[in-house]
Every structure is written in C-alpha cells, then in structure tokens.
C-alpha cells in the first residue's frame, strides 16, 4: 500500500475515533467499540435508576434494547375469535374466558421493564391487558395453591411461585403499544412477568393453573433456573 493511502486512513480514523467521543460525549449514539457499549445518555440513566424496592432498574449482566426482540416459539392461533384461557387448578371457581370477556375485565396500559436471559432488556415496554392478580379474585386460589403453571400452545409451560404470579406488576396482556399484540409476541395474549426472566412470560396463552406441588416447566426442565430472579442472576440451574 502507497504511503500517502496508509496516512489517509489514518486520518479518516482518527476522524471517526473523534465523531465517535464527541457523539458519545452528547448522548446520542448507541455504539459498539472494542465490544464495549456505550449507551445514549437517557438509556443509560434509566438502567441506573432505583426501582421502588431499592434495586437498580437494570440487572446486572443485561444491556437494554429499544424494543422487545422476537424470540420465536411454537405460535399458537393469533386469531382473538380462537382465544380461550382456562383459570383451573387448586381455585374455588374455575372459569373459562374467551377474549371478549378477558377484556371486560378492564383494560389496563402500564409500562412494563423486562429482560430476557439472553442479556437483553427492555425498560418501559407499553402493555395492555388485565391484572393476574384481578384474574385471581375471580377464582379464588385455594390456601393449597402455592405456584401458577402459564400454559400455552403446543404444551410449553412456565411455572412461577404465587406471590410472584400474582404481584401488582404481573399481566395477561393483548396489546404492545398501541397496537394489538403482534404474532411472534404471542398473539392475541401472553403473559407478562416482569420481575422474573422473559421466558416465565408466555406466549400464546391458553390457561393459568395453580398448583400445590412445584412443576418445572418447558426451560426448567432443560436447564434453566426454577426460579429466574434477574437481579440474583438466576439464568441457569
Ligand atoms: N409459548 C411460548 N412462550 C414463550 C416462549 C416460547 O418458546 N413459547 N419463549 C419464551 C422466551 S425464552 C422468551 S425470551 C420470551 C420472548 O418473548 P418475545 O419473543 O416477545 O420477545 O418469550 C417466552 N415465552
Ligand atoms: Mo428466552
């Protein structure tokens, strides 16, 4: 290579090594340099934030992402006409909802952090739908219920302890945004909780039983950790 040529690319490098700081500096770029990332000012402010219970928002190990990254899985029916989800199990009332009376129920929009085991989360995804908790009232756990098994199409299952199922934060949502839910999200409902590794959340939902003995579902049987507390970084088993 010609002299001249190796001083011109030294320059355009130094140049970009130049916008790349000056960007950085500024907040505006999402960058990968070295394998380090540097997040835009606002994101990497709200991964720092404190949540309600002293945590910091974001997990340790997880990088945050715009938006929520298909994830694949087994689709079941998008269809909403398709739709039922069965509230069985250890529940004084068991009850079949199709999805015209799962949102009777009352819509809810909340916004919703999430981090998938994968090392990606989003924070403040826009969900609507209803409260498991409000789903709860209708049935009426029996005190022998300790656990819930998610159910969904094609036999994948998640199990999650009660409290845990039925925390404030914890959803059976059909829409993202604006929109309803989209197809590779789980359409038309999926569960969403938060505070437990994505996969605890399942897609295409069909039913929420709730159990007295513990079952592992589809990942923790396949080495996944039974119980997926991000915050203790419980990936595997
Ligand atoms: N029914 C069903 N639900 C599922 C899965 C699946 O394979 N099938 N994958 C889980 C995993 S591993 C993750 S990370 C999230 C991904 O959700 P997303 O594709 O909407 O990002 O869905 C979870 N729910
Ligand atoms: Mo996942």
Request: contains cysteine.
């Amino acid at each position: 290579m010609a002299r001249s040529s190796d001083t011109g690319d030294a320059r355009e490098e130094l140049r970009s090594r130049r916008r790349f700081i000056r960007e950085a500096a500024a907040g505006t770029t999402l960058a990968v340099l070295g394998g380090l990332y540097v997040l835009s000012d606002d994101v990497a402010a709200q991964g720092e934030e404190k949540r309600p219970d002293g945590r910091p928002r974001l997990p340790p190990g997880q990088r945050v992402l715009q938006a929520l990254k298909p994830m694949g899985g087994q689709s079941g029916s998008p269809l909403r006409k398709d739709f039922r989800l069965s509230l069985h199990g250890e529940v004084e009332q068991p009850l079949e909802l199709d999805f015209n009376k799962l949102q009777a129920l009352g819509a809810k929009q909340v916004s919703l952090d999430v981090h998938c085991v994968t090392g990606w989360s989003v924070l403040g995804a826009s969900f609507t739908g209803v409260p498991i908790q409000a789903l709860a009232q209708l049935v009426r756990p029996k005190p022998s219920a300790r656990h819930v098994i998610f159910e969904a199409a094609h036999g994948y299952t998640a199990n999650v302890p009660l409290r845990e199922a039925l925390a404030a934060s914890s959803y059976v949502a059909y829409q993202l945004g604006n929109e309803p839910l989209p197809q590779a999200h789980g359409a038309p409902v999926r569960a969403v909780v938060p505070d437990l590794y994505f996969w605890k959340s399942p897609k295409w939902l069909t039913g929420i039983r709730f159990v007295s003995r513990d079952e592992p579902g589809y990942w923790e049987r396949r080495g996944y950790n039974n119980h997926a507390d991000p915050w203790r970084e419980e990936r595997y088993a």
